[in-house]
């Protein structure tokens, strides 16, 4: 190979991940390698290109599994531009890299500055660039775990390439997210909840969920604090998990609710003032009846009658995925309150499946 085609080759190695982004758009990353379906950018999996070096070869180089092919970069832009002479390949190359002594040299726009990772303004950030989730993978993933309507009040918005940082040792990688904002009772954001998504399929063993080991993360000031959905008058139903809450407010679309995220922040969720009656949906394990016991004890000191409402299953997700709308429906009537029965259950619209 001539001294040109190898340096623009190294120099394109070196910025592998962008190449990849640019010219194998509908391909996605995954660990080190950049998938995609073929050289020529077709939506798949067949084709890896390592985006470090690694054991098995330097960053930039690809193999098809499915023929056998293997190449660089150049390569890459030849077949994606539909490229044949080479000084047209590296024109696009130096272009690509910004090597053309021929183009002016632009002044860098002023960068904003970082927020500290994990922080509440880094959260606010992220829930800001997010989009809404009409139409989106958040709207199939929730429509697939039983939420055919989903009642979120503009605290869910979805963002198609959120961070995944594996460890303090592996690089970060790309995956759509279901970004749920969370906030303190002036409705200020504290931060974020961020539940990554797999945009190839929903299966029973991840729900829909990235494969990834952890695909739900927080960050930001989480403690007393809840994803709420609806805006709170003298009746609170407050739960655990997002879908969990989504589910009962699929059914009782008028009722607030209020997802704390785990079974600790439950436990410590601040109260609002005015808040007459506070129904605690409570997950089915030990650590659900601990805080049953705990919320409700501080409901009863704040003069709150707290009443729980149990499903079948593990939550009401799972009630609502198993058993269906009409099935949770009939529950709920004799655990509610006869006046909560047709404030928020008989008047409740839900269409009609």
Not at 282 to 288: E, N, V
Not at 340 to 348: A, E, K, M, P
Request: proline share 7%.
């Amino acid at each position: 190979m001539r001294r040109e085609p190898c340096e623009l080759a190294r120099r394109l190695a070196r910025e592998a991940e962008a190449v990849c982004r640019h010219y194998l758009s509908n391909g996605k990353r995954q660990g080190r390698y950049w998938l995609v379906g073929d050289v020529h950018n077709t939506p798949g999996r067949s084709l890896f290109v390592r985006l470090k070096d690694l054991p098995k070869g330097p960053a930039g180089k690809w193999t098809d599994a499915a023929t056998g092919e293997h190449g660089d970069l150049l390569d890459v832009i030849r077949e994606t531009c539909g490229l044949r002479d080479f000084r047209d390949v590296a024109e696009e190359a130096r272009r690509f890299l910004r090597l053309a002594r021929s183009e002016p040299e632009v002044a860098p726009k002023p960068v904003r500055p970082l927020a500290p990772a994990g922080s509440q303004e880094a959260a606010r950030r992220l829930f800001m660039i997010s989009q809404p989730i009409e139409g989106t993978l958040v709207e199939t993933y929730l429509q697939r775990r039983g939420i055919a309507h989903v009642h979120h009040g503009g605290s869910l918005r979805f963002h198609p390439r959120c961070y995944y940082r594996p460890d303090g040792h592996l690089p970060a990688e790309t995956w759509p997210a279901m970004i749920a904002c969370v906030t303190d009772l002036e409705c200020r954001i504290t931060g974020v909840h961020r539940t990554w998504l797999d945009p190839d399929g929903f299966d029973r063993i991840r729900l829909g969920k990235a494969p990834i080991d952890t695909p739900r993360r927080a960050m930001g000031d989480l403690l007393g604090n809840a994803v709420r959905f609806g805006v709170v008058d003298d009746v609170l139903a407050a739960g655990e998990g997002i879908e969990t809450m989504l589910s009962l407010r699929y059914v009782l679309p008028s009722m607030p609710m209020a997802a704390a995220l785990s079974a600790n922040h439950l436990s410590a969720m601040m109260l609002p003032n005015g808040l007459r009656r506070l129904y605690i949906s409570r997950d089915l394990d030990p650590a659900g009846d601990v805080v049953q016991a705990t919320l409700s004890q501080r409901a009863a000191d704040a003069g709150i009658e707290a009443i729980a409402l149990s499903p079948r299953l593990g939550d009401f997700n799972e009630d609502l995925h198993v058993f269906g709308l009409d099935a949770v429906r009939a529950a709920l009537r004799f655990q509610l309150v006869p006046e909560d029965v047709v404030r928020f259950l008989h008047s409740s619209t839900v269409p009609a499946e």
